[in-house]
């Protein structure tokens, strides 16, 4: 093989060494609710909700508007003989609807664009908490990847080393190849772990950034937990939320919206069985020099259609939504209970596990290298110390983020908290 081509494959190898792929800029940080802004102002999912908002405003604005007159000019040329005639109209047309329907159409629009708006800030509460749940996943996904490659490391080291202390005799062959197996395990979860970061991040890249940047932020977001994952929310939190107050909640708005609505359209149905009066006033001149006003009003005749079926329609209508306004009602305070539950329960446990188990210990890792070094430990100790380690942080870890995520779920489900029932802890931040 000659020189230049052992230069290109050096150089390949290189450029396809983890560490040099991984070697790229440090990230800044971007906290939870720069992130929520990002998401009012790029996701297409909230855009659509006030894109519909918008269209129900607008329908409104025109159910107010009252019919607009038609004007019509005929002329009539007639010959006969050699002899010429004609005559000329102008008409002018206007239809006067009556039974308050346009009163009804109104009020009907109207409600109907209370229930937009309260589906929006629905939309708008749900797809808020996806961002934050995306948010705090990919904050555990970085504290697991961090601690992965740390117990990774402890791992190659201990290979290295355990290929010196078998030549010497200090260890068995046994015990080498099962230091080489571990190894290759920790490298394959570590491995893991970088495609569950790159997941998390692009999860939520996809609900932050516009489609025409989300290719180009996925890789560079990088979430920084410390804040995150080290402070749990505020404890008393339960002691303040108001279990009975289910009215904020949008998705009851939207219900009670909607049955108002159908009240609204059940008037307009039962006032469009009276026919409007269509009113018709003109000129007309003819060719032989007679001229004059006209005067007519147009009255459609409910002798074959009454409505009948659209006024039962409307009916059911009403009771339907009245059925869904109390299945909401109960959904509501079924998904209230739900989150209660589970926010307390992840709180006791959150509580055992740092006051009983990791509240008080020092870095276990740590101590087993110490004592490694000091040669109170053999290696293979030191490697069951880092699965230990590893094991118990991922623990933490999950159930610090499930905490945080079972917040941000109650807060959703109880339509928002009061301004005393907001954290005290920082805002969460992820590097970007």
């Given at each position: ?11 390949a190898a290189l450029g396809c060494w983890p560490g040099a792929v991984q070697a790229q800029e440090p990230a800044s940080h971007m906290s939870l609710d720069e992130a929520l802004r990002l998401f009012a102002q790029n996701n ?389």
């Open positions: 093989m000659n020189h230049p081509t052992k230069m290109l494959l050096l150089a297409p999912d909230l855009r659509l909700a006030h894109t519909r908002e918008a269209e129900a405003e607008g329908v409104a604005h025109q159910a107010n508007a009252f019919p607009n007159p038609s004007v019509t000019v005929t002329y009539e040329p007639l010959s006969q003989n050699g002899q010429s005639y004609s005559e000329t109209y102008v008409n002018l047309t206007q239809r006067f609807p009556l039974s308050g329907k346009r009163g009804a159409r109104a009020d009907a629009a109207g409600w109907s664009l209370s229930a937009a708006r309260a589906q929006a800030r629905a939309d708008s509460a749900s797809l808020s908490f996806l961002v934050k749940r995306a948010f705090v996943e990919a904050g555990l996904s970085e504290v697991r990847l961090a601690m992965a490659e740390r117990v990774t490391e402890v791992f190659r080291q201990g290979a290295q080393n355990a290929v010196i202390r078998e030549a010497e005799g200090d260890i068995s062959l046994y015990s080498l190849q099962r230091i080489r197996v571990e190894r290759v395990r920790y490298e394959n979860l570590l491995a893991e772990a970088g495609l569950a970061a790159s997941a998390a991040r692009r999860d939520l890249a996809r609900l932050i950034f516009p489609d025409g940047e989300l290719f180009g932020n996925v890789e560079t977001i990088q979430v920084a937990p410390l804040e995150l994952l080290d402070v749990p929310p505020l404890e008393s939190v339960l002691d303040r939320v108001q279990e009975s107050r289910i009215d904020r909640r949008p998705e009851l708005a939207v219900a009670d919206a909607e049955v108002e609505a159908a009240k609204a359209g059940s008037r307009l149905t039962r006032a469009e069985r009276i026919p409007d009066i269509t009113a018709t006033g003109g000129y007309k001149q003819q060719s032989d020099g007679f001229s004059g006003a006209f005067l007519g009003i147009s009255v459609p005749v409910p002798f074959f259609d009454r409505r009948d079926g659209a006024v039962a329609s409307s009916e059911a209508l009403i009771l339907a939504s009245d059925e869904r306004l109390e299945l909401t009602r109960r959904q509501v305070q079924a998904d209230q209970h739900k989150a209660i539950e589970s926010y307390r329960s992840l709180q006791l446990r959150s509580a055992l596990l740092e006051e009983d188990l990791l509240g008080s210990d020092p870095d276990l890792l740590e101590m087993a290298q110490i004592a490694y070094d000091a040669g109170e430990m053999t290696l293979l100790e030191l490697l069951d110390a880092a699965r230990a380690l590893q094991d118990a942080h991922s623990a933490e870890a999950k159930l610090r983020s499930d905490l945080w995520i079972a917040y941000y779920d109650l807060e959703r489900a109880m339509g928002g908290f009061d301004a005393g029932t907001e954290p005290e802890t920082p805002s969460p931040e992820i590097g970007r």
